[in-house]
């Protein structure tokens, strides 16, 4: 097998992950905007076989009510980042797959425009999942305190614009002969 078909193989692989982690970031956000409904509905007057809500989530989870719609709205707003991620990745995946090749020009700046939207969206999801959750604190009480570390899909980011030059220098190379 060629170095070229182990590439397409890992290409078919990458387009079926970012797929599948679409669909998860997708069942992310539409699972916490069902939970802050219920949340929001009113968890004492949701009663499942004579216990309310509140009492299943506090005492299941352990945490507030405040901290699981904190928790939730974080989820949308990381969920919806990463879902933005998966969707361009899944392009550039499909684009790669047409050409046969990653060593071009076309798919080398496609590469790097993933490596930039993956560490602007991560930086920014993250600093308004943040923004949120601070806001959000000081409007519920007795809140757990959240960390939120987005970072490892900056460095995926710097990988891809590192990866996209040595791309391009290959269809360069390519060129030459």
């Known amino acids: 097998m060629s170095s070229l ?3 397409q193989k890992l290409s078919k692989l990458g ?3 970012c797929s599948i982690v679409f669909v998860f970031c997708v069942i992310g956000i539409i699972g ?3 939970g802050i409904a219920f949340l929001a509905a009113g968890v004492d007057a949701i009663h499942i076989e ?3 809500l509140k009492s299943i989530v506090q005492t ?3 945490t507030s009510i ?3 719609n904190i928790y939730m709205v974080v989820a949308i707003i990381l969920c919806s980042g990463e879902a933005v991620i998966a969707k361009f990745a899944e392009h550039y995946f499909k684009g790669e797959l047409l050409d046969g090749t990653p060593f071009n020009m076309e798919r080398a700046k496609e590469l790097t425009r993933l490596g930039i939207i993956t560490i602007g969206v991560s930086i920014v999801t993250e600093m308004v999942a943040a923004i949120v959750y601070e806001i959000m ?3 519920f009480v ?3 305190s959240l960390e939120i570390g987005n970072w490892g899909s900056v460095g995926i980011g710097i990988t891809f614009i590192i990866v996209s030059l040595i791309c391009r220098y290959g269809a360069e190379r390519g060129r030459e002969q």
């Open 5 to 7: 078909d182990k590439i």
């Open 15 to 17: 387009k079926i992950l």
């Open 32 to 34: 916490s905007v069902v």
């Open 50 to 52: 004579g216990v309310t």
């Open 60 to 62: 299941n989870s352990g």
């Open 66 to 68: 405040g901290t699981a």
């Open 137 to 139: 604190s000081f409007i």
């Open 142 to 144: 007795n809140t757990d």
